[in-house]
């Protein structure tokens, strides 16, 4: 299995401009989830996806920030409008049931906000 | 909320060495606590997961231990190697909500 897969692995735009990351989560598994690691703030949750549903999107920071699942195989995070403070690394997780199991992280996309 | 503390927040040893990593949590009512293990510039791996209502795990090198009533979890390394350097990070579910609380992280080190 090729685990969790992230798109891009970096990513710098400026501020204002819309950022889109992708991830692939690992075929058979029935959550997502979305992290924010940062230096100040270490890692923490965006939103998780159960079932293509969003179950707790309470760590989405802003109206800023969205979040999709259309399919099983495939979840976007946007940013819209991008700014400084965004800067970070974004991972996408997935697990085989629920938030309670293993979960596996991808690669990471870390995103530069000029 | 849960809070996670782990220490210490950095490790450097030689190899060879046994090490105990710590992990501290605020609130035991927890389903299960898992350790990571986090390379620099890569995403994190699942190393154990300890369900309530077990007291240890093993695998292979790695053991850890849960302590739930007095909120606390250790991961045992035997004979480290300098491949074991990484950040390892210990999360916890937040009760009622569907969440994983995660530790700052305890950076190690070990050298040849």
């Known amino acids: 299995d090729a685990g969790v897969i992230q798109s891009p692995r970096h990513e710098v735009t400026e501020m204002g401009q819309e950022v889109t990351l992708r991830c692939k989560p690992i075929?058979?598994?029935?959550?997502l989830f979305w992290y924010r690691q940062t230096m100040m703030r270490g890692l923490e949750l965006l939103i998780y996806?159960?079932?293509?549903?969003?179950?707790?999107d309470s760590g989405m920071p802003e109206d800023r920030f969205s979040a999709k699942m259309p399919n099983a195989s495939f979840s976007t995070l946007k940013i819209q409008p991008s700014e400084p403070r965004d800067s970070a690394v974004y991972f996408c997780?997935?697990?085989?049931?629920?938030?309670?199991?293993?979960?596996?992280f991808g690669p990471g996309t870390r995103l530069t906000v000029l | 909320k849960q809070e996670v503390t782990q220490i210490p927040a950095a490790l450097s040893v030689p190899e060879g060495e046994n090490l105990v990593l710590n992990c501290s949590f605020t609130?035991?009512?927890?389903?299960?606590l898992q350790w990571f293990r986090q390379d620099p510039g890569k995403g994190l791996t699942s190393l154990l997961l300890?369900?309530?209502?077990?007291r240890e795990q093993t695998s292979g090198r790695l053991n850890a231990s849960l302590d739930k009533s007095s909120g606390r979890s250790t991961l045992y390394i035997a004979a480290s190697q300098p491949g074991d350097s990484a950040t390892y990070l210990c999360?916890?579910?937040?009760?009622?909500?569907?969440?994983?609380?995660f530790g700052k992280g305890t950076m190690l080190l070990v050298s040849p």
């Open positions: 997780a997935s697990s085989l049931v629920s938030w309670l199991d293993t979960q596996y």
């Open positions: 075929s058979g598994h029935n959550s």
């Open positions: 996806f159960n079932n293509n549903v969003p179950i707790d």
């Open positions: 609130d035991s009512a927890i389903y299960n």
């Open positions: 300890i369900q309530s209502s077990q």
């Open positions: 999360a916890v579910p937040n009760s009622g909500y569907s969440t994983l609380t």
